[in-house]
């Protein structure tokens, strides 16, 4: 069954502009077209912004779960009458060049592309857009509940250094009836003083009515015109806004969820290749000329836990900043093992969504598989299930997927075992022909990175 929320965001489509003509990205040259397009349109702090005197009071949710947000710095910028992209934004500076707890407490080990956690990352991404979410909707005086649908659109642009300071700058960059989207930019300042874009990622909300748990149409603000020297950022923001819904379109039509209402099989061109994949795992099976993993045996990895009230958002329950830290930690241990513990390196995520809330006590699993191989790169598929012990021989219930891409170096051929493994791999398989990163750009990018 298609959730409330998916129809929500198939019946808001943004005018037709120049970018939605990338047919959703169907070559990576469009994919790359897209990136630049991104790193372009990036706002910079607007001149007006100040350091927030209570950052509690600016940003509520990133202080509740964060324990080390009393570290951050906090800029806003005038909110005024306008509801401008400026205004909405919400910055959190990480003086990492100075902070020596706060610079352990987000460093990866043995990655020093991205050494800056890419869960953590994650993490402060869905507290900081809830942040932005609430104060542009004024929804906590209106009695709105702000809750993620997706975050979707994340592609590691440039190398971190983590001995300089970080900020992570979020504003509103489309608005809807009952939706909105949020972006994050990921940015630091480079030896010659200038500000590079490192990481980005969209992140797509809904309004509900607090009372009957129902989209709140016509909730939110729409977004003001901007200043002058934001004028072409802000429509070029609003092409990419454009780009997102119609690729949104497009994988709904053609989902092979087999939940979904309109799942499709995989195309015969797909299944072709899957044969020929499976034709070659054989092959090398019986020369023994490189290793096979099979995705259900040798490539999946499982996590579960009970969820317990410290682990909680505002709304009371389980905070979607920890399911994608959570999600990310068990995609970087099947990476690490699908590469025989060579180097990993993560490079974003396709998409996150969050299907259905999970409260407090229930029983949940993480499961994360990895798809689909490159030479140089792996996809990991980590879906969250949410199991009944009363009633275990039913079906668990599926809450969130996300899935994770990583550089790594691997000649292993990878082969689904079950169908539903094959629709994971297919799924995959187009992301990556469509959006890369293909093998020659990983290693231009990378370097000796995973040497």
């Avoid at 592309?113 to 004024?138: C, I, M």
């Avoid at 550089?407 to 094959?422: D, F, G, K, N, Q």
Wanted: proline letters at 6%.
């Amino acid at each position: 069954m298609v959730t409330w929320w998916k129809s929500m965001l198939r019946a808001f489509t943004p005018p037709a502009c120049r970018l939605s003509k990338l047919r959703a990205f169907q070559t990576r040259a469009e994919h790359k077209a897209y990136l630049d397009a991104v790193r372009r349109s990036a706002l910079a702090r607007p001149d007006d912004a100040r350091r927030a005197d209570e950052p509690a009071k600016v940003a509520p949710f990133l202080h509740s779960v964060d324990p080390m947000a009393s570290h951050l710095q906090l800029w806003t910028a005038p909110r005024g009458a306008a509801g401008t992209a400026a205004a909405s934004m919400i910055e959190a500076v990480y003086p990492l060049s100075t902070d020596e707890p706060l610079r352990h407490s987000v460093r990866d080990v043995g990655n020093g592309y991205s050494p800056f956690r890419l869960g953590k990352f994650f993490e402060a991404v869905d507290a900081l857009t809830a942040d932005v979410a609430y104060a542009h909707t004024d929804g906590e005086r209106r009695g709105l509940a702000l809750v993620t649908a997706s975050h979707s659109h994340s592609r590691k642009l440039e190398r971190t250094a983590i001995a300089r300071d970080l900020s992570l700058r979020c504003y509103v960059t489309r608005t809807g009836s009952a939706s909105l989207e949020v972006r994050t930019d990921a940015v630091q300042v480079d030896e010659a003083g200038v500000e590079v874009l490192v990481n980005s990622c969209a992140t797509t909300m809904v309004a509900v009515d607090g009372a009957t748990g129902k989209p709140a149409k016509g909730a939110v603000p729409p977004l003001g015109a901007p200043d002058a020297a934001d004028a072409s950022n802000f429509e070029l923001r609003g092409e990419l806004a454009a780009t997102h819904a119609a690729i949104r379109r497009r994988r709904a039509d053609g989902s092979m969820l087999l939940r979904d209402g309109r799942s499709h099989p995989p195309r015969p061109g797909e299944m072709e290749a899957v044969h020929e994949l499976e034709r070659e795992a054989l092959r090398a099976r019986e020369t023994g000329d490189r290793p096979v993993k099979s995705i259900g045996a040798s490539a999946t990895f499982r996590s579960s836990f009970v969820v317990f009230p410290e682990q909680r958002n505002v709304h009371g329950k389980l905070f979607g900043g920890f399911v994608m830290e959570q999600a990310f930690t068990l995609a970087s241990y099947a990476a690490r093992f699908f590469a025989g513990g060579a180097p990993v390196v993560p490079l974003g995520i396709d998409d996150a969504t969050f299907n259905s809330p999970v409260s407090i006590g229930d029983c949940v699993t993480f499961t994360a598989r990895v798809v689909h191989r490159t030479a140089e790169t792996c996809r990991v598929n980590v879906s969250v299930e949410i199991r009944d012990p009363a009633a275990a021989h039913l079906a668990p219930k599926k809450s969130n997927r996300a899935v994770f891409v990583f550089a790594a170096r691997s000649r292993t051929l990878l082969v689904p075992e079950s169908y539903s493994e094959v629709l994971m791999h297919v799924d995959a398989a187009r992301f990556s022909a469509s959006e890369g990163p293909d093998d020659a750009e990983v290693v231009a990018l990378l370097g000796d990175s995973l040497s």
